[in-house]
C-alpha cells in the first residue's frame, strides 16, 4: 500500500483550506452584492393584509424599486443612523404605492398609495374623496369577489378614483357609513406625505393621527412597481400537489403604472 509523505498531507490541507477559503468568499460576496441589490435598486415584500385590496391581494409578492425618491436610512437593512434626510431625493408622485416605516415606530413596513402631497388639504367627506376643496371623481364598477383561503369578506363595492393628475385606480367601499368616511381636514406638512389604503374601510392610514399620521418623506423606502408572485393561501408549503392551484399566474408581472 502506497505510502503518503508529510508535503502530500500538507498540500491536501492547504488545498482543502484554500477551497474553503474560496466558497467563504464566494458568499461574502453573493450576500454584499444582495444587499447592494436590496439597497439600491429594488427590494421585494410581501402582502399580508387586505389594506390595499383590490389592487394588492393578500399573498401577493411585489418588487419596490429604492431609486425613484432618493434613499435614506430607511433604504438600507435594519435602518442604519448613518445619516439624516434623503440623498439624490426626488418628489412622489401623486397616486404612487410607496412603502414606508411606520412613523409611530421608524420600523414596521406599510404599503399604501399616495394621496397628498406637502401643502395639500385632504379630506373625506361622505366617503369621497376631497384634495384641496375638489372632489375626486369616484364612479361605481363592478362588485369586486374575494377569492382567498382568510378572505374576511366576499361581494364587496367597488369605485374607480381618478386623481387631479389623471392616475386612476380603484376602490373598496365595506360599509356606506365607515368610521373614516367623514373627516375633519389634514393638512399635509412639509417634508410629509398622506398616505391611504385602496380599502377604504379597512385600512389604518394617515387618516388615523395616533396610528399612522402624516408619512415623513425620510421614511419612504422606496415605491411599488410589480407583482413577481402571487398565491392564493390554498396551499401549505410542503402541499407540493396544491402550488398548481394556489399560484395567480395570472397576475404574474401586474405593475401598476
Not at 100 to 115: C, E, G, Q, S, V
Not at 153 to 159: A, I, L, S
Not at 222 to 249: D, M, T
Request: hydrophobic content about 40%; overall charge positive.
Amino acid at each position: 500500500m502506497a505510502k503518503m509523505n508529510s508535503e502530500q498531507i500538507s498540500d491536501g490541507k492547504a488545498e482543502k483550506q484554500e477551497g474553503w477559503r474560496e466558497t467563504v468568499k464566494t458568499v461574502v460576496y453573493a450576500v454584499l452584492i444582495a444587499l447592494v441589490i436590496r439597497t439600491v435598486a429594488y427590494e421585494p415584500f410581501n402582502i399580508p393584509s387586505g389594506s390595499m385590496l383590490p389592487t394588492l391581494l393578500i399573498g401577493d409578492y411585489v418588487f419596490v424599486s429604492k431609486f425613484p425618491y432618493g434613499y435614506s436610512k430607511h433604504s438600507m437593512p435594519l435602518s442604519p443612523p448613518l445619516f439624516n434626510g434623503r440623498i439624490n431625493e426626488a418628489p412622489v408622485v401623486r397616486g404612487d404605492i410607496a412603502v414606508f416605516k411606520l412613523p409611530t415606530d421608524n420600523a414596521t413596513d406599510y404599503i399604501k398609495r399616495i394621496i397628498g402631497l406637502p401643502g395639500d388639504r385632504i379630506q373625506v367627506r361622505g366617503g369621497v374623496l376631497h384634495i384641496n376643496g375638489k372632489a375626486v371623481k369616484k364612479e361605481r364598477v363592478e362588485d369586486f369577489v374575494q377569492q382567498h383561503t382568510n378572505a374576511r369578506y366576499g361581494r364587496v363595492r367597488q369605485y374607480r378614483e381618478t386623481l387631479p393628475n389623471g392616475r386612476t385606480y380603484l376602490t373598496l367601499d365595506l360599509q356606506p357609513r365607515g368610521m373614516a368616511d367623514n373627516t375633519n381636514v389634514y393638512v399635509v406638512p412639509a417634508d410629509h406625505y398622506f398616505a391611504m389604503g385602496d380599502n377604504r374601510d379597512d385600512s389604518t392610514d394617515s387618516r388615523f393621527l395616533d396610528h399612522v399620521g402624516f408619512v415623513p418623506a425620510e421614511n419612504l423606502v422606496g415605491r411599488a412597481e410589480v407583482i413577481f408572485f402571487s398565491v392564493n393561501g390554498s396551499a401549505r408549503i410542503w402541499e407540493i400537489w396544491k402550488w398548481p392551484s394556489a399560484i395567480r399566474f395570472s397576475r404574474f408581472f401586474d405593475g401598476f403604472g
